[in-house]
Nanobody
């Protein structure tokens, strides 16, 4: 099992930037796909970005070219760099770790991102 703790959310004006961090309680060097999801009020949780165990990445169309996911395995940390933020990016952002061989998902508690117009 792995615990995840997110940080870095906050209030920012449209066009600004934030970097979210997700620290895992154990090594995520191998065997885990890492992802960021978000959930806006009244909407379903959606995938924002994913980095596989093999370090390939994929992004939701809405954030392509603006967000970048990265991982620092030495620090057991995954980041989400968010640039050119828009009001529609406002949501609770969750870190996800999927233990591949068990298909087990672990979630953080979420960090709030609010973008004002």
């Amino acid at each position: 099992q792995v615990q995840l703790v997110e940080s870095g959310g906050g209030l920012v004006q449209a066009g600004g930037s934030l970097r979210l961090s997700c620290v895992a309680s154990r090594s995520i060097t191998s065997g885990y796909d890492m992802a960021w999801y978000r959930q806006a009020p009244g909407k379903q949780r959606e995938l924002v970005a994913i980095m596989t165990d093999g370090s390939s990445t994929n992004y939701a169309d809405a954030v392509k070219g603006r967000f970048t996911i990265s991982r620092d395995n030495a620090k057991n940390t995954v980041y989400l760099q968010m640039n050119s933020l828009k009001p529609e990016d406002t949501a609770l952002y969750y870190c996800n770790a999927r233990l591949i061989f068990l298909r087990a998902d672990y979630w953080g508690q979420g960090t709030q991102v609010t973008v004002s117009s």
